[in-house]
């Protein structure tokens, strides 16, 4: 503490200012005094997440060190620190401590886990107000103070009493951005209109989220709890309840875990990852949750509510040894049981290789027009393990088909086709790709030796393939038979067969042009 304090104090007439309350945010309290007291504090006014992480508070503390206490003393009480740290390594707790003692540096909410992906223009952070807790979080000095607990918006009932909770409406939150005077929380807007609801929907178990949260903020509980022992009971819950088992996650386990507890709304709600890696390696013990939520309402799935997630941090947490394989036995899911399972359906399958060529023989009879990969395709699963084209190269199968046939083949589908898109009467061109989409001539009708190797083909792609003219003459006379087109009556339908280019041009800028003022007069 500086020795000149009480100077500093009365100089700015502050020695009627009532000290900061447990569990108030740091930079609400800051509102509450004059913009001039602190040579610095001013840059945390109206900069919304100083509400969550303040920055370079050291000399603001100093100075106002009577009234606010000890910077451990604010980093611990009027702080989202004690909760988030919990959930972060040795390396990050240095540095949020540094972002908040001395300077500030860039992705302090990602830091935290608070900057979340899946919550990408997710509103973090919201003045909350419970009314229940205004008429008792009063200062010496008659003021209502912020409560830290409220400050995130994925935080909706009070912990205390198990109200909702309140915001300022829009207007007075943009306000407030702007103007970074927002002193105390009240039964009313700024502008005098009502409170507006943090969520009109209540989801189960969001009490619990809520009680976890007041919780974890505390410093004095359970301070043993880290990030080492919220993976290990995350695990070890896992494992007994076979979400997780050896060393495997089960993504059905817990989606079903989830449903039955009725809790899947709730963690959409918060943006809770469903699946994915980062979840895969919190429920197997590798890591936590970076939102500090996320891991707590993990916690609260496995362990069905927040009673027993707090027994369970109360009690001695002892390293978990149920994932050591047994020597004599493979895990189903072990990679040497993989393997050996694997070698020994290969050799069945190489065993049954006589009847596979039978199989094979039989669909290529039914499907002259394809090729080994499609065959393969054809086939049961169980015969296509030890399939490869080698092999039915050995036993004198011919894989591809003969060029003949791929002609045939293709020379009868532009026919089929090219009929059916006719009297279908399509809306789009009738082109070569349409008409062989699908079939092995497709990537052979432009090559130069097309016409020696599949002139059938060819020769009916010439009757079918539509020109422009061909396409606009079928186009128009259907847009005159639906009464489109005034020039061109539906009795007259026909006179279009005989138009030349340049009318049928004509014909399609003026359907174009009405089609164009029907829009724009709608």
């Not at 502050?14 to 900061?20: K, M, N, T």
């Not at 919780?215 to 919220?230: M, T, Y």
Request: contains cysteine; aromatic residues 10%; positive net charge.
């Amino acid at each position: 503490m500086k020795a000149d304090d009480h100077d500093y104090l009365f100089k700015y007439n502050l020695l009627s200012a009532s000290p900061i309350a447990d569990g108030e945010v740091f930079a609400a309290y800051l509102n509450r005094l004059p913009r001039y007291v602190v040579a610095g504090g001013a840059d945390l006014l109206g900069v919304r997440y100083s509400w969550i992480f303040p920055t370079a508070i050291r000399s603001i503390v100093e100075d106002l060190a009577e009234l606010t206490g000890s910077l451990e003393q604010v980093l611990t009480r009027n702080t989202l620190f004690p909760a988030v740290v919990r959930f972060r390594n040795a390396d990050d707790e240095t540095w949020l401590r540094g972002h908040i003692f001395d300077d500030y540096r860039r992705g302090s909410l990602s830091k935290a886990g608070l900057h979340n992906a899946l919550t990408r223009g997710h509103i973090v952070w919201k003045p909350g107000i419970c009314l229940e807790c205004l008429e008792e979080d009063i200062t010496a000095s008659r003021e209502r103070f912020w409560r830290r607990d409220h400050v995130l918006s994925d935080i909706r009932l009070c912990a205390r009493h198990g109200t909702p909770i309140f915001e300022f409406c829009d207007a007075c939150t943009y306000n407030f951005k702007r103007s970074g005077r927002l002193e105390s929380p009240r039964e009313r807007c700024i502008r005098g209109g009502p409170l507006h609801l943090r969520a009109t929907t209540r989801y189960v178990r969001e009490l619990d989220l809520a009680r976890g949260w007041s919780k974890l903020l505390d410093s004095s509980f359970a301070p043993h709890v880290r990030a080492p022992q919220i993976a290990l009971l995350t695990v070890s819950q896992a494992a007994k309840i076979g979400v997780v088992h050896w060393k495997t996650m089960y993504y059905d386990r817990f989606h079903q875990l989830l449903a039955a507890r009725r809790m899947i709304p709730l963690g959409k709600s918060i943006g809770f990852p469903m699946q994915g890696n980062e979840l895969r390696a919190a429920l197997k013990g590798r890591t936590v949750f970076r939102n500090p939520l996320h891991g707590l309402f993990a916690l609260i799935a496995l362990y069905g509510c927040w009673d027993e997630v707090e027994n369970a941090m109360l009690r001695p947490i002892e390293p978990l040894a149920t994932f050591s394989v047994p020597p004599t036995t493979y895990s189903p899911t072990s990679y040497r049981y993989r393997k050996d399972y694997s070698d020994e359906l290969y050799a069945r399958s190489l065993a049954t290789f006589p009847e596979t060529c039978r199989k094979y023989q039989d669909l290529q009879a039914l499907h002259p027009e394809y090729g080994y990969t499609e065959l393969r395709r054809l086939l049961p699963w169980f015969n296509r393990v030890a399939l490869t084209a080698d092999r039915l190269t050995a036993n004198g199968i011919q894989l591809e088909p003969l060029i003949d046939v791929i002609d045939t083949s293709g020379a009868a589908l532009v026919e089929r086709r090219g009929q059916q898109f006719l009297e279908e009467d399509v809306k789009y061109p009738i082109t070569a790709a349409r008409l062989l989409k699908g079939h092995r001539a497709y990537s052979r009708w432009l090559r130069p030796d097309a016409p020696s190797r599949i002139p059938l083909t060819l020769a009916e792609l010439d009757k079918h393939v539509e020109s422009r003219a061909m396409y606009l003459r079928r186009l128009l006379r259907r847009c005159s038979l639906g009464g489109l087109l005034p020039r061109v009556p539906p009795d007259e339908a026909d006179t279009i067969k005989s138009m030349t280019d340049d009318e049928l041009e004509s014909l399609v800028w003026q359907y174009y042009c009405r089609a164009k003022r029907r829009k724009d007069a709608d």
